[in-house]
T-cell receptor
Framework: KNQVEQSPQSLIILEGKNCTLQ??????????LRWYKQDTGRGPVSLTI?????NTKSNGRYTATLDADTKQSSLHITASQLSDSASYIC?????????FGKGNQVVVIP | SQTIHQWPATLVQPVGSPLSLECTVE??????LYWYRQAAGRGLQLLFY??????ISSEVPQNLSASRPQDRQFILSSKKLLLSDSGFYLC?????????FGQGTRLTVV
C-alpha cells in the first residue's frame, strides 16, 4: 500500500475560485514534505518544501500546510487561474526515502 | 544537475507492438523508483514502484509491466501495446531533500 494518499483524485473549479488539495501520509519517521506542480507533458516543478517544525508555507497563490501530528498536509490555491490546471504531487521524505502520492488533477475552467 | 535519465523522449508505436522504456539513476544507491503515466487530459497515475532490485509493486491492473534488473535501472514494458496505452510516462526517484523526475516519454500508439 502506498504510504502517501492524495484526495480528491481530480477537481474542476471555476477561474478565480479557491481550492484545497489533501495529502495524508503514513511515512515514519518524517523528515519533510514537498508539493510539486506538473503541467501536462512536462516534468514536475517543486512548489514548497516543509519540515517537521513548519505549519504553513506560501509560494505566491499557493499555500501549503502541515500537521505532523495527524500526518496531513494540504495545498491551498487562492484565486485560481487557468494556468493552475495541472497535476499536483505530494512527496514525503522519511528515513532517507521518498514516497510519492498519485497526484491531484486540477482543471480550472473560465 | 541531472541525475535521472529517461528515454526516448517521444515514441510512436503501432498497436500490438512491444514497448520498452528505460530509466536510469545516477548519484545514489538503492533508491525508491516510480513510473507514472498521464493520459491526455488526465492527471498523473502511479503505475509501479520499486523499493529494490526485483521488487515491483503494481498500483493498477493494466497492459504494462515493470522490471528492475539493476539497482539504478527501472524498465517499463509491454508485450503488445493498446491504443489506450498512449500517454506521457514519467520516471521518478528521490533522495533526502528532493524528488527527481525524468523528462518524460510521450508515447503515441497508432
Amino acid at each position: 500500500k502506498n504510504q502517501v494518499e492524495q484526495s480528491p483524485q481530480s477537481l474542476i473549479i471555476l477561474e478565480g475560485k479557491n481550492c484545497t488539495l489533501q495529502c495524508n501520509y503514513t511515512v515514519s519517521p518524517f523528515s519533510n514534505l514537498r508539493w510539486y506542480k506538473q503541467d501536462t507533458g512536462r516534468g514536475p516543478v517543486s512548489l514548497t518544501i516543509m519540515t517537521f517544525s513548519e505549519n504553513t508555507k506560501s509560494n505566491g497563490r499557493y499555500t501549503a500546510t502541515l500537521d505532523a501530528d495527524t500526518k496531513q498536509s494540504s495545498l491551498h490555491i487562492t484565486a485560481s487561474q487557468l494556468s493552475d490546471s495541472a497535476s499536483y504531487i505530494c512527496v514525503v521524505n522519511g528515513n532517507n526515502r521518498l514516497a510519492f502520492g498519485k497526484g491531484n488533477q486540477v482543471v480550472v475552467i473560465p | 544537475s541531472q541525475t535521472i535519465h529517461q528515454w526516448p523522449a517521444t515514441l510512436v508505436q503501432p498497436v500490438g507492438s512491444p514497448l520498452s522504456l528505460e530509466c536510469t539513476v545516477e548519484g545514489t544507491s538503492n533508491p525508491n523508483l516510480y513510473w507514472y503515466r498521464q493520459a491526455a487530459g488526465r492527471g498523473l497515475q502511479l503505475l509501479f514502484y520499486s523499493v529494490g532490485i526485483g521488487q515491483i509493486s503494481s498500483e493498477v491492473p493494466q497492459n504494462l509491466s515493470a522490471s528492475r534488473p539493476q539497482d539504478r535501472q527501472f524498465i517499463l514494458s509491454s508485450k503488445k501495446l493498446l491504443l489506450s496505452d498512449s500517454g506521457f510516462y514519467l520516471c521518478a526517484w528521490g533522495r533526502v531533500t528532493e524528488a527527481f523526475f525524468g523528462q518524460g516519454t510521450r508515447l503515441t500508439v497508432v
